[in-house]
């Protein structure tokens, strides 16, 4: 019962374009999100969040998207570069419990940001 | 900043071994986050702390698996005895409340080889 789902495993742009990366839950408890970034050999980075109060939140070239209705959220890069390349990853939360805990991640999206 | 410490980053042992992979959370962090990465599973959540102390360690596979911290500073999580299945990447997390969500910061992982 996968409750965060990335459904494209890999996603391949050219630089300086748009990469969009989609993200599809469905427990409708979850109330925040979140993208984290991870390259080969590392942990993973936060980049961005979302509160479900929130339609979009803006940070430099990352935003991200959410439709509650949907069950949807989508973190846009713009524009792309070739340091973006990376596995990002999606994650949720549910409120009221406590702060920061229990994550549901996403299976990941290869990103490619060819020169 | 010193960023999430964890030790060894790969370790490679046979079968029945017991395994013990260590993590050094940020400083001033009351949260404390193990997490798995496999193929098959993706990341997944096996166990954490709020100020030492475990809240949910439902996500522990099974008994041959065990957490414990016994300080702010310091957490193990230690397999006895180890299979092969066990093999993955292990990572640590910290976050601190502050009042509102704070995201998870990562080690960069133990790769362990159960032969």
């Known amino acids: 019962d996968q409750q965060v789902k990335q459904n494209s495993p890999s996603l391949s742009v050219q630089e300086g374009r748009i990469s969009i990366l989609n993200c599809d839950y469905t427990?409708?408890?979850?109330?925040?999100f979140l993208w984290y970034k991870k390259y080969p050999a590392e942990g993973p980075t936060f980049l961005i969040s979302?509160?479900?109060?929130?339609d979009k939140n803006e940070d430099g070239r990352f935003t991200v998207f959410l439709n509650k209705s949907a069950k949807h959220l989508s973190l846009h890069i713009v524009p792309s570069q070739p340091g973006d390349s990376a596995v990002y990853f999606c994650a949720a939360s549910v409120t009221g419990e406590t702060s920061g805990s229990r994550l549901t991640f996403g299976e990941g999206t290869q990103l490619t940001v060819n020169p | 900043d010193a960023g999430v410490i964890q030790s060894p980053r790969h370790e490679v042992t046979e079968m029945g071994q017991e395994v013990t992979l260590r993590c050094k959370p940020i400083s001033g962090h009351d949260y404390l986050f193990w997490y798995r990465q496999t193929m098959m599973r993706g990341l997944e959540l096996l166990i954490y702390f709020n100020n030492n102390v475990p809240i949910d360690d439902s996500g522990m596979p099974e008994d041959r698996f065990s957490a414990k911290m016994p300080n702010a500073s310091f957490s193990t999580l230690k397999i006895q005895p180890s299979e092969p299945r066990d093999s993955a990447v292990y990572f640590c997390?910290?976050?601190?409340?502050?009042?509102?969500?704070?995201?998870?910061?990562f080690g960069d992982g133990t790769r362990l080889s159960i032969l």
């Open positions: 997390a910290s976050s601190t409340t502050g009042g509102r969500r704070q995201p998870q910061h």
């Open positions: 979302i509160s479900s109060i929130k």
């Open positions: 427990n409708s408890m979850f109330d925040y």
